[in-house]
């Protein structure tokens, strides 16, 4: 195995109930009340576009879903001038650990380049991930293959040549279908997700870095 394929928000980067948060916020004028199921069944590991669309379609809003979309967006950019989005659990050591065995490493994300970039600039990773891939970067984002099957093509490796790590159904499709195995770390928020096509689960970065990394 030559790479590892990293998810971001919920895999390396605890955003999840942030963007929960945000979207309560985005919602709350046109009297809606997010709920945590709606959210984690529907919006969780989704990018905001099709979130906006999900939002706009089920609570009937009376504006367009790029309006929504961008509403969403602008809260989440002025969320990160601020600060960086925490850490995962074990995040910071399984870079390490990757980098340290040779693996290389990217992130291949739903979210925004910005995110991304925040994470690398404000823990130091300049020198660990040597490619991203965001929404921005393609037609179709998750749970679409485009942005692994870009990846790939950045780095100049075949599917069998590399992993992903996904904390979604959506990611886990993706990945999946762009044919790479790939293992689950659900989260709070995706743990009752479908799972089924993954190559192992784990409950943590922790457990998977200590039984899949260290043997290599």
Not at 24 to 48: C, D, H
Not at 50 to 64: C, E, G, K, S
Not at 117 to 145: L, N, Q
Not at 190 to 211: K, M, N, P, Q
């Amino acid at each position: 195995m030559k790479a590892i394929l990293f998810d971001h928000d919920g895999t390396l980067i605890n955003s999840e109930a942030v963007h929960f948060a945000l979207w309560q916020q985005v919602l709350s004028p046109f009297n809606v009340t997010l709920t945590e199921q709606y959210y984690n069944s529907v919006m969780a590991g989704i990018p905001v576009p099709q979130n906006a669309i999900d939002a706009v379609r089920d609570f009937n809003l009376p504006i367009t879903a790029k309006d929504l979309a961008e509403s969403k967006q602008l809260l989440t950019k002025e969320h990160l001038m601020k600060a960086p989005f925490p850490l995962m659990p074990g995040a910071d050591e399984t870079l390490k650990r990757c980098k340290e065995k040779g693996h290389r490493i990217a992130i291949v994300t739903g979210g925004s380049r910005l995110s991304v970039m925040r994470t690398i600039e404000c823990y130091g990773y300049e020198e660990i991930i040597e490619c991203v891939v965001a929404v921005e970067d393609v037609e179709h984002s998750k749970p679409a293959p485009d942005c692994y099957l870009k990846a790939l093509q950045e780095m100049g490796i075949s599917a069998s040549e590399a992993m992903a790590v996904e904390d979604t159904e959506h990611g886990l499709k993706a990945a999946v279908t762009a044919g790479l195995r790939c293992v689950a770390i659900p989260t709070i928020q995706s743990e009752s997700h479908d799972f089924s096509a993954a190559s192992a689960r784990f409950a943590s970065l922790t457990d998977w870095v200590s039984a899949e990394i260290t043997p290599l």
